[in-house]
């Protein structure tokens, strides 16, 4: 790590810390601008170290986390007590496979140190169910997020009711850890909550989460709906890429489909979301202010794909207004 940080021109690494004792009194010394922290310390829990650090001294952290079950749950509760982001430790040859990574790591390190750390509090109580309303089963919502998604996508999932449109998620994330947060969401949401698997039925009140390593698509079958799984080549990137999900509800579902473009770092989803609403769909980007990192939205933005942009707040209840509407989406 410290080899990938110091071949950047633009970064540096001014520590380094063998458990979370010392990387305490390392910090007040030299103030970095960004911490990354590795899931599996001695000494002290990695999670118990982060949270104390958010609450007493938030600052920028990047989660270094091992492919393992354990592993992806326990990153998947640091980015919900306030890590910005995480990167995968190689299973075999960690060395050269982080300088592999190399590009990646030093990305996010430059999208984390950009952000500006907000102070967590204690974990909220779920918030209530929006109220239902009465969608057709022809209703789509197809959403698209990275850097900050993890948190933002609960956030717009836990109020919906039971009963709200099928909705598709590209979240950029690895192999291993898209169906712990599946299988997380799923716990906490009135929506069932799932990884998508090829072919399968898009279905009302069913949230379908691409896997990582692979595209997700809107396909049809007959009359219904299904999920589509491609291992082809990266797109922005990124495997899944968020323009391939809207590239097919444009094609496929049209004004049917609303989109909704999350936080992330890069410009995966504004081409596809501009694509969806020259079909037709109303297109909804998140706000400055509460995007943890603004690089998606605001491309999107940019290119005039959004026909609203919005807060996080008001993501979930816009869903379920634009989703009950009937009539062909206006473009003004």
Request: overall charge neutral; charged content about 25%.
């Amino acid at each position: 790590m410290s080899e990938i940080i110091n071949s950047q021109p633009d970064m540096e690494v001014v520590a380094v810390a063998p458990d979370p004792l010392v990387a305490r009194d390392l910090i007040k010394r030299h103030n970095p601008d960004v911490l990354t922290l590795d899931v599996e310390m001695p000494r002290m829990d990695g999670l118990d170290f982060l949270e104390r650090l958010m609450r007493l001294r938030p600052m920028p952290v990047l989660m270094v986390s091992s492919l393992t079950r354990s592993g992806s749950e326990i990153t998947l509760r640091a980015l919900e007590l306030g890590a910005v982001d995480f990167v995968q430790k190689p299973e075999m040859g960690i060395r050269s496979g982080m300088l592999e990574y190399s590009e990646l790591i030093a990305d996010k390190l430059r999208a984390a140190a950009r952000v500006q750390p907000r102070r967590v509090e204690a974990r909220r109580p779920a918030p209530e169910a929006l109220k239902p309303v009465m969608v057709s089963s022809e209703k789509l919502v197809i959403l698209g997020a990275s850097t900050g998604g993890p948190e933002a996508i609960r956030r717009v999932l836990e109020p919906l009711p039971a009963n709200c449109p099928a909705i598709l998620i590209a979240q950029h994330m690895p192999p291993g850890f898209t169906r712990s947060f599946a299988e997380r969401l799923n716990r906490l949401c009135r929506v069932g909550v799932k990884e998508a698997e090829d072919g399968e039925r898009v279905l009302p009140g069913h949230v379908y989460i691409a896997p990582g390593d692979h595209h997700l698509l809107l396909d049809r079958s007959g009359a219904n709906y299904q999920v589509r799984l491609d291992s082809g080549p990266p797109v922005n990137r990124h495997r899944p890429s968020v323009d391939v999900l809207f590239h097919s509800a444009a094609e496929l579902a049209g004004r049917n489909a609303i989109g909704v473009l999350l936080t992330g770092m890069g410009k995966d989803g504004a081409a596809g979301l501009l694509a969806m609403r020259d079909a037709g769909a109303p297109t909804l980007a998140q706000d400055e202010e509460t995007s943890l990192v603004y690089g998606m939205p605001r491309e999107a933005a940019a290119l005039g794909a959004a026909s609203e942009i919005v807060s996080l707040e008001t993501v979930a209840p816009r869903i379920l207004t634009l989703a009950a509407a009937s009539g062909r989406a206006q473009r003004v």
